[in-house]
C-alpha cells in the first residue's frame, strides 16, 4: 500500500530536549516537505527536500532541522524544542520532476505537545 | 507574502444542502489550485484540483468553480452528506515548484 509513514502519532516532552520525528514513504517519490498545521493557520512548510542531500526551508524554519540522506525518508529534528513549537506535524510526499503539481500524500500526523 | 485566503472557518449544513466554500489569492503566478480534504486524526487527502485554463471542474457531488479575473475559486459540495463532514483546506501553487501554499481551513458539519 503506497502510503507516508510517521513516528510518533503523539508526543510529549520537555523544553530542551531534543527529538526527531521520522518520516517514510514507498512510493519512490523524490518531493518531501515537512507541515505544521496550527488553529487558524491552516498548514505551513517547515522545510522540503527537491531530492536526496537537497534540501531547503519553508516558511516557518526557525528552530527545526532536517536531512535527506536517503530517498524514503525525511526526518525533522528539533534540537531545542520550545512550547511554541506545539502544533500538528505532517509529512508530505509527491513524485516531483516530471510530474509537475500533482498531488501530494500526507502522513496521519505526529501530535507534539512542548512543556 | 504569498497567501491563499479561505473563509469560511467553519460551516454547517443540513443533509441535503449545498456547502460553500471560498478562496482567494494573490499570486497570479499560481496555476494549480488543489481541494484537500481532513478527517480528524488522519492526514488531508486530494479531493479535486483545477487549473486555470477551466472555469470549472466537476468530480461527482464535488465542483470547483474558478474566477481567474477576480482571483477567486470555491469548492461546491452538493447533496451533502454526514460523511463529508471534515476540514477542508484550498491551496495553490505555481510552476515548477512543488511547494503548496494552503488557506486556513473549512470545518464542515453536516447535520443528519
Known amino acids: 500500500e503506497a502510503q507516508v509513514t510517521q513516528n510518533p502519532r503523539y508526543l510529549i516532552t520537555v523544553t530542551g530536549k531534543k527529538l526527531t520525528v521520522t518520516c517514510s514513504q514507498n512510493?519512490?517519490?523524490?518531493?518531501m516537505s515537512w507541515y505544521r498545521q496550527d488553529p487558524g493557520l491552516g498548514l505551513r512548510q517547515i522545510y522540503y527536500?527537491?531530492?536526496?542531500?537537497?534540501?531547503d526551508k519553508g516558511d516557518v524554519p526557525e528552530g527545526y532541522k532536517v536531512s535527506r540522506k536517503e530517498k524514503r525518508n525525511f526526518p525533522l529534528i528539533l534540537e531545542s524544542p520550545s512550547p511554541n513549537q506545539t502544533s500538528l506535524y505532517f509529512c508530505?510526499?509527491?513524485?516531483?520532476?516530471?510530474?509537475?503539481?500533482?498531488?501530494?500524500?500526507f502522513g496521519q500526523g505526529t501530535r507534539l505537545t512542548v512543556v | 507574502q504569498q497567501q491563499v485566503k479561505q473563509s469560511p472557518q467553519s460551516l454547517i449544513v443540513q443533509k441535503g444542502g449545498i456547502s460553500i466554500i471560498n478562496c482567494a489569492y494573490e499570486?497570479?503566478?499560481?496555476?494549480?489550485f488543489p481541494w484537500y480534504q481532513q478527517f480528524p486524526g488522519k492526514g488531508p487527502a486530494l479531493l479535486i484540483a483545477?487549473?486555470?485554463?477551466?472555469s470549472e471542474k466537476k468530480e461527482g457531488r464535488f465542483t470547483i468553480s474558478f474566477n481567474k479575473s477576480a482571483k477567486q475559486f470555491s469548492l461546491h459540495i452538493m447533496d451533502s452528506q454526514p460523511g463529508d463532514s471534515a476540514t477542508y483546506f484550498c491551496?495553490?501553487?505555481?510552476?515548477?515548484?512543488?511547494?503548496?501554499?494552503f488557506g486556513s481551513g473549512t470545518r464542515l458539519l453536516v447535520r443528519p
Open positions: 508530505a510526499s509527491s513524485p516531483g520532476q516530471g510530474a509537475m503539481n500533482t498531488e501530494a500524500f
Open positions: 512510493m519512490n517519490h523524490e518531493y
Open positions: 527536500s527537491m531530492n536526496v542531500e537537497v534540501t
Open positions: 499570486n497570479t503566478a499560481f496555476d494549480y
Open positions: 483545477i487549473r486555470p485554463d477551466v
Open positions: 491551496a495553490a501553487s505555481r510552476g515548477s515548484s512543488y511547494k503548496l501554499i
